[in-house]
């Protein structure tokens, strides 16, 4: 099949392409354009109709996979656009996925700030009850309450830990005292300073079986990722962020994925193309044994 012949942008899904059969797909991507806690610059409402956009730029074909992703099924829900109240878009976001759960896909969410993962870690936690929960970030996301509300960007961690969920943070360089007083022996972090020293098995090690990754896009560095509201310096690069991730699919039960605090820059097109290559590489390394085997 060629590429020009499926690949539409005229489409509004995820690569411009609606798969045929959707009952067989396994993949089910969910747009959450949520910015009800924003602290600093807007935009990230906006983030999941920006990289659906920049998606329908991707070939098809994944080069380090050897694989042609898009083949495992992917399907595009409607834009999900919950309640301001955060506490109430949480609980939207929850049932969201727990639907695609339940219609046994692989849930891939869009935001969107960092509070909706709260929502997703909340209904993968009930189908996988030792749900370990990887993060990329620059920020710790620790607090317990940020700007009068617990359900702030800034507490989603610190929520995802107090439902039980065993967490990796990973790419962190900015928190604060009492956050990370409190987190003491209640998850691990690595820190984006001490990189060169970082070993992938420390990292899987720490980890369960079932592992849910949260990408926060400030976790890669402000010279790759500036479309982010609260950019850091000396963050993660491309190549190594991949090498870890394929690791991760590779050796744990990768269960769902999201990609949050993406904040598009009008006429910077870079970043949007970025981060809809990060949701398509994590899509080619969760289906990459099933698409190898079946190309055979």
């Not at 806690?37 to 070939?59: F, H, L, M, W």
Request: with cysteine.
């Amino acid at each position: 099949m060629k590429f020009s012949s499926i690949h539409s942008k005229a489409l509004d899904v995820f690569l411009g392409y609606s798969f045929p059969e959707p009952a067989k797909a396994k993949v089910t991507v969910l747009p959450v354009a949520y910015e009800g806690t924003v602290s600093y610059a807007q935009g990230t409402a906006d983030g999941p109709r920006a990289i659906i956009d920049a998606s329908k730029e991707i070939e098809f074909y994944d080069e380090e996979t050897g694989t042609e992703p898009y083949e495992a099924g992917i399907i595009t829900l409607k834009e999900l656009k919950p309640a301001q109240e955060p506490e109430k878009a949480v609980e939207e976001v929850e049932k969201a996925v727990a639907k695609i759960i339940a219609d046994k896909k692989f849930p891939v969410v869009l935001g969107g700030e960092h509070s909706i993962s709260i929502g997703a870690a909340r209904a993968l936690k009930k189908k996988f009850p030792s749900l370990s929960v990887l993060q990329f970030d620059a920020h710790a996301d620790l607090r317990d309450e940020y700007d009068d509300s617990k359900y702030s960007h800034a507490c989603a961690m610190r929520r995802i830990i107090e439902d039980g969920c065993r967490t990796v943070q990973v790419g962190i360089r900015s928190t604060d005292k009492e956050p990370l007083e409190w987190s003491k022996g209640k998850t691990k972090i690595f820190w984006a300073r001490e990189k060169a020293r970082w070993k992938q098995k420390e990292i899987l090690d720490s980890l369960g079986e079932d592992v849910y990754i949260t990408f926060d896009v400030d976790a890669f560095d402000p010279s790759i990722m500036p479309s982010t509201g609260t950019p850091e310096p000396g963050g993660l690069l491309w190549d190594e962020t991949l090498a870890l991730l394929r690791k991760v699919f590779s050796e744990k039960n990768v269960v769902g994925v999201d990609v949050v605090e993406f904040a598009p820059i009008q006429g910077m097109h870079a970043p949007d193309f970025t981060a809809a290559k990060l949701v398509y590489k994590m899509i080619a390394y969760k289906f990459e044994k099933e698409l190898a085997t079946s190309s055979t």
